[in-house]
């Protein structure tokens, strides 16, 4: 693997723990490439999560999302952040092993307030807060188990979050 590139830092966590807002704010603290799966998995499917969702169905949503996994951790020398529920397969945990992975930790009032209603979020669509505490509840082992660092995100202003995880990367 030596000579290709590796990403700064991965960004995991659970919806509306601010991985796209922190990694974008991480990315030009940086100096570097900011990437988000999601954004690619969106623009080589042509269309929103949503709609891949509903046309194809989560199954073959995660299955693009382990091909977008694989091409980021490739390709990206920035600042990765893999969307929610990437951590569910274990083919995507393992391809995070000897990455530096930062868990960017959120508490439910905190998500509920930043996801708002769930809008474009396909698996938050019906009473969105029960099913973000759902899926919470079941991807916390999961983070913890990719995380090289754990960062609290509640009540922060984003500033603050990058200023912590930048002096992490310098460690």
């Given amino acids: 693997?030596?000579?290709?590139?590796?990403?700064?830092?991965?960004?995991?966590?659970?919806?509306?723990s601010g991985k796209t807002t922190v990694g974008q704010g991480l990315a030009a603290a940086l100096g570097v490439e900011f990437r988000d799966t999601d954004a690619d998995i969106e623009r080589l499917a042509g269309k929103p999560i949503s709609e891949i969702f509903v046309d194809e169905g989560e199954e073959h949503f995660r299955t693009l999302e382990r091909a977008a996994l694989a091409a980021a951790l490739a390709s990206c020398s920035g600042v990765l952040a893999l969307g929610g529920g990437a951590v569910l397969a274990e083919e995507n945990r393992a391809a995070l092993v000897g990455h530096r992975v930062v868990h960017l930790h959120v508490e439910l009032p905190d998500a509920v307030k930043r996801v708002g209603l769930g809008v474009g979020r396909p698996l938050l669509t019906i009473n969105p807060r029960a099913?973000?505490?759902?899926?919470?509840?079941?991807?916390?082992?999961?983070?913890?188990?990719?995380?090289?660092?754990?960062?609290?995100?509640?009540?922060?202003?984003?500033?603050?979050?990058?200023?912590?995880?930048?002096?992490?990367?310098?460690?």
């Fill in 1 to 16: 693997m030596t000579g290709s590139p590796r990403p700064l830092c991965v960004l995991v966590g659970a919806p509306g």
């Fill in 131 to 171: 099913t973000l505490k759902y899926l919470m509840d079941q991807r916390r082992p999961l983070y913890a188990e990719v995380a090289t660092a754990t960062v609290i995100t509640d009540g922060r202003p984003p500033a603050e979050i990058v200023a912590e995880i930048v002096t992490l990367l310098k460690q």
